[in-house]
């Protein structure tokens, strides 16, 4: 059972737009910087946004993050069927002191 | 370009250490976070420590009593020892870089995959 609480699964047609939540609590997302990132199948995971709504250079600005109170949200739009992966939302609880990672979220592009 | 390697045994027995080291090639890395994540067959991400670049530690409490992390900024490696360990540290082992949040890790390694059996 992980403390950041995301879907299990999402789908969505190609070009289409999907966005996948994160929902923590005032010890983690509250008031910490959330990231997000995307793993392949066989692959390390990718850092797709930092500080809650930042990419890294050579991330496509189709994907993007926000966070509101206790939740986060990564949206991806134009999907491609490259962006099947497992996305997993992470940030720091102050009250663990521990990194903390979502369960995963597998996006299917139908 | 930065590359992150790690490297260790791929089959370690119950009740015995792991040690794994992470080299990093192809230049420096500024960065403040220097952590290993782990990732158990088809489950999630967990994060096991880091080391702070002014050489502060901080471990996942559930597993602080068992593990170690170091590092030798000479050779540019990265070091995680796990004692005593069990079935249930079975994982793929990542090293993973964040220049300066804690868990935006920027850099990461390709992962080796360790197995605790008999």
């Known amino acids: 059972q992980s403390v950041l609480t995301q879907p299990p699964s999402v789908s969505a047609a190609p070009g289409q737009k999907v966005t996948i939540s994160c929902s923590g609590s005032s010890s983690n997302i509250g008031n910490q910087y959330v990231s997000w990132y995307q793993q392949l199948p066989g692959t390390a995971p990718k850092l797709l946004i930092y500080?809650?709504?930042e990419r890294p250079s050579g991330i496509p600005d189709r994907f993007s993050g926000s966070k509101s109170g206790t939740s986060a949200t990564l949206g991806i739009t134009g999907l491609q069927t490259g962006d099947e992966a497992d996305y997993y939302c992470?940030?720091?609880?102050?009250?663990?002191?521990?990194?903390?990672f979502g369960g995963g979220t597998k996006l299917t592009v139908l | 370009q930065v590359q992150l390697q790690e490297s260790g045994p791929g089959l370690v027995k119950p009740s015995e250490t792991l040690s794994l080291i992470c080299t990093v090639s192809?230049?420096?890395?500024?960065?403040?976070?220097w952590s290993w994540v782990r990732q158990p067959p088809g489950k999630g991400l967990e994060w096991i420590g880091f080391?702070?670049?002014?050489?502060?530690?901080k471990y996942n409490p559930s597993l602080k009593s068992r593990v170690s992390i170091s590092r030798d900024t000479s050779r540019n490696q990265l070091s995680l020892n796990l004692r005593s360990v069990t079935a249930a540290d079975t994982a793929v082992y990542y090293c993973?870089?964040?220049?300066?949040?804690?868990?935006?890790?920027?850099?990461w390694g390709p992962g080796t995959m360790v197995t605790v059996s008999p």
């Open positions: 500080d809650n709504t």
């Open positions: 993973a870089i964040a220049p300066s949040t804690a868990d935006a890790f920027k850099f």
């Open positions: 192809g230049g420096s890395i500024s960065a403040e976070y």
């Open positions: 080391i702070h670049y002014r050489g502060s530690t």
């Open positions: 992470g940030t720091w609880d102050s009250s663990l002191s521990v990194v903390i």
